[in-house]
Nanobody, 124 residues
Framework: QVQLVESGGGSVQAGGSLKLSCVAS????????MAWFRQAPGKEREKVAS???????TYTTSGSGRFFVSRNNDKKTLYLAINSLKFEDTGMYFC??????????????????WGQGTQVTVSS
């Protein structure tokens, strides 16, 4: 299984920005789909965005517009930049991964490896 370690969370005021990081224990430049999820207090975990083997990023409705995913294969790191933070962005943010030998451009719906999460708290 892939080991994932997130960092970069913190407490910020609404309107601010954060950049979360997720370091993987394996190479990210082939056969690895990754995604960012978040879980707000009292709510179910939801996917924010995924990045395919080929580097195509797909954002969900909750992740579109203010969320930007990127990765640095040399550093084996996935990033999530969040701009114009809102109070409702508060929650635990998780990185997830799955080794995938299917479509090069699309990730599967299920992820097998998860990080411990990093907390984002936005004050209004």
């Amino acid at each position: 299984q892939v080991q994932l370690v997130e960092s970069g969370g913190g407490s910020v005021q609404a309107g601010g920005s954060l950049k979360l990081s997720c370091v993987a224990s394996v190479s990210m430049d082939g056969n690895l789909c990754m995604a960012w999820f978040r879980q707000a207090p009292g709510k179910e975990r939801e996917k924010v965005a995924s990045i395919s083997n080929s580097g195509i990023v797909t954002y969900t409705t909750s992740g579109s517009g203010r969320f930007f995913v990127s990765r640095n294969n040399d550093k084996k790191t996935l990033y999530l930049a969040i701009n114009s933070l809102k109070f409702e962005d508060t929650g635990m943010y998780f990185c997830a991964a799955v080794e995938w030998r299917g479509s090069w451009n699309v990730c599967p719906p299920e992820y097998k490896s998860w990080g411990q999460g990093t907390q984002v708290t936005v004050s209004s």
